[in-house]
């Protein structure tokens, strides 16, 4: 099975459909008037259909085991086919694509052996997807917006030499992810002045995203959350604060993370942690979701004060 713990639940709707053709009008007319011997067979392929949806995973090999909060199975007449729908929601990390076409593979599968007896001719057509929302696949995030993005190292260690970066340079692979590469990767030291003064040169310079990683722990050196406290503007405390929420799933220690987010200027700073895997699970809770801010911000301008600062 494919691993999704880093997925994070979202809200998913699949519709999928399946037809039923039966040989003679005289099947139709024993369907609505329920005279098929084997039992009301509507009812039993929207039962079967249900059944077909909450074990998609117990047959389906690769199939995650997942909350199945909605089923609706509908079925219309016309002509001779048997038209079945069927609606499956969850809020979970995957979609419910194969629930929903597996319960109509199922309920018209329960059509076919309850009409067989008074129709030899009854073939099942089409099993098709009709609709998926949820996931990231049908979101748009900043579009026809370029995001300038800048990676921040800040540590002692590594800007003395002492130690190799990889924390920065784990954002910088993950940002490739998202295609936001960073045109702008430095390394200094856990220094108030450093700090300020590469973040402010970076928003002077029209940098839109600006990710800094190191300082945001309980040590005494650790004053990167301050620090860029005092550059922001307009704080966005949901963003780190959803990345500690995610974080509690791997690690009871993310709540000691003191990261912080937002905007100086037009420009969204994201203070990430000094540990790779830290940098890792940070970026999963807050990416590419995180990007719709550039969306919603693209039409902003640079605020005057850092711009005189030029």
Same mark, same amino acid.
């Given at each position: 099975?494919?691993? +999704?713990?880093?997925?994070?639940?979202?809200?998913?709707? *699949?519709?999928?459909?399946?037809?039923?053709?039966?040989?003679?009008?005289?099947?139709?007319?024993?369907? #609505?008037? !329920?005279?098929?011997?084997?039992?009301?067979?509507?009812?039993?392929?929207?039962?079967?259909?249900?059944?077909? &949806?909450?074990?998609?995973?117990?047959?389906?090999?690769?199939? =995650?085991?997942?909350?199945?909060?909605?089923?609706?199975?509908?079925?219309?007449? @016309? %002509?001779?086919?048997?038209? +079945?729908?069927?609606?499956?929601?969850?809020?979970?990390?995957?979609?419910?694509?194969?629930?929903?076409?597996?319960?109509?593979?199922?309920? *018209?599968?329960?059509?076919?052996?309850?009409?067989?007896?008074?129709?030899? %001719?009854?073939?099942?057509?089409?099993? !098709?997807?009709?609709?998926?929302?949820?996931?990231?696949?049908?979101?748009?995030?900043?579009? %026809?917006?370029?995001?300038?993005?800048?990676?921040?190292?800040?540590?002692?260690?590594? *800007?003395?030499?002492? *130690?190799?970066?990889?924390? %920065?340079?784990?954002?910088?692979?993950?940002?490739?992810?998202?295609?936001?590469?960073?045109?702008?990767?430095?390394?200094?030291?856990?220094?108030?002045?450093?700090?300020?003064?590469?973040?402010? !040169?970076?928003?002077?310079?029209?940098?839109?995203? &600006?990710?800094?990683?190191?300082?945001? $722990?309980?040590?005494?050196?650790?004053?990167?959350?301050?620090?860029?406290?005092?550059? +922001? @503007?307009?704080?966005?405390?949901?963003?780190?604060? =959803?990345?500690?929420?995610?974080?509690?799933?791997?690690?009871?220690?993310?709540?000691?993370?003191?990261?912080?987010? $937002?905007?100086?200027?037009?420009?969204?700073?994201?203070?990430?942690?000094? /540990?790779?895997?830290?940098?890792?699970? #940070?970026?999963?809770?807050?990416?590419? =979701?995180?990007? =719709?801010?550039? /969306?919603? #911000? !693209?039409? $902003?301008?640079?605020?005057? /004060?850092?711009?005189?600062?030029?």
């Amino acid at each position: 099975m494919v691993n +999704i713990t880093h997925k994070q639940n979202t809200y998913r709707i *699949a519709i999928a459909t399946a037809e039923v053709r039966v040989s003679e009008p005289a099947t139709i007319s024993a369907i #609505n008037e !329920k005279r098929v011997p084997k039992g009301d067979v509507l009812e039993c392929s929207r039962v079967a259909g249900l059944l077909g &949806v909450k074990n998609t995973s117990s047959v389906i090999p690769d199939c =995650h085991p997942l909350p199945v909060e909605y089923t609706s199975i509908r079925h219309s007449i @016309d %002509g001779l086919a048997i038209r +079945i729908e069927v609606e499956v929601h969850t809020i979970y990390k995957t979609g419910v694509e194969v629930e929903a076409m597996h319960g109509a593979a199922v309920a *018209a599968l329960t059509m076919y052996d309850m009409l067989k007896p008074i129709d030899k %001719g009854v073939v099942i057509g089409e099993i !098709k997807l009709q609709q998926k929302k949820g996931g990231k696949s049908d979101r748009a995030f900043a579009p %026809g917006v370029t995001i300038r993005t800048a990676v921040v190292v800040c540590s002692d260690s590594v *800007a003395a030499g002492d *130690a190799e970066d990889i924390s %920065g340079k784990t954002a910088m692979a993950l940002l490739e992810e998202y295609s936001i590469p960073a045109t702008h990767y430095s390394v200094i030291a856990d220094d108030p002045q450093a700090i300020t003064s590469t973040c402010e !040169k970076l928003v002077n310079d029209g940098y839109n995203l &600006v990710l800094l990683s190191g300082g945001t $722990g309980a040590g005494p050196r650790d004053i990167t959350p301050e620090t860029v406290s005092a550059i +922001i @503007d307009r704080p966005m405390p949901g963003i780190m604060e =959803h990345a500690r929420s995610y974080g509690q799933s791997y690690t009871p220690y993310s709540m000691l993370s003191r990261g912080i987010a $937002g905007f100086a200027g037009n420009t969204l700073l994201i203070t990430l942690p000094g /540990s790779p895997k830290a940098v890792t699970e #940070n970026m999963r809770a807050i990416f590419p =979701h995180v990007l =719709h801010v550039f /969306s919603v #911000n !693209k039409g $902003g301008r640079h605020d005057e /004060s850092r711009n005189s600062n030029q």
